[in-house]
């Protein structure tokens, strides 16, 4: 976000002894970073054992949700987007571009993944969405999931981080 801080440490140099003359295999070790959804219908019901593809790149991946309907998969180094396929519906999305949940932006894209919000139009931006879409929204969102329709946004962020997981 714009005016964010970002704290980059400095590189830090490894060494390893080795006997010269021989062959030796060194093994980098990195976290790989995964892709982890939670497919649920319209009913908000998971969706367990569910057949989809996953298409990073131009290369598509045949994964199955688990027993709670969660799907996990390992990304290629530098993905920044990909498209989900679920049956004939398919689902494009980004990675690491959601803004924090108390900007509206953040709480926009949030209730837009969820279906609370239709998806933005080409070129249209989060500040060309009426606040009355946005309250329809988030009292569709507080009804579905058992709150207090009163627009206590406490409640609706602690909630969302619930439900979206962030």
């Known amino acids: 976000m714009p005016g ?3 704290y980059v440490p400095d590189k830090a140099v490894g060494e390893a002894s080795a006997a010269a003359g021989a062959r030796h295999r ?3 070790k990195v976290a790989v970073p995964k892709l982890r ?3 649920t219908g319209f009913d ?3 969706l367990p054992n569910t057949a989809c593809k996953l298409t ?3 290369t598509a991946h045949d994964v199955t949700t688990n027993a709670s309907g969660v799907l996990e998969y390992s ?3 530098g993905t920044e987007d990909g498209t989900l396929t679920i049956a004939e519906r398919e ?3 980004k990675i690491g571009h959601l803004d924090p949940i108390d900007q509206r932006s953040g709480l926009l894209e949030r209730l837009r993944n969820l279906g609370y919000l239709e998806p933005l139009a080409e070129g249209e931006a989060d500040s060309e969405v009426a606040n009355d879409d946005v309250a329809f929204a988030v009292s569709c969102f507080q009804r579905d999931f058992g709150l207090s329709v009163d627009g ?3 409640a609706i962020i602690d909630k969302l981080k619930d439900v979206y997981g962030c």
């Open 4 to 6: 964010d801080r970002v």
């Open 26 to 28: 060194f093994k980098l």
């Open 37 to 39: 959804l939670l497919l």
């Open 44 to 46: 908000a019901k998971p």
């Open 56 to 58: 990073f790149g131009g």
């Open 75 to 77: 990304l290629p180094p």
């Open 91 to 93: 689902i494009a999305f």
């Open 152 to 154: 206590d946004s406490q």
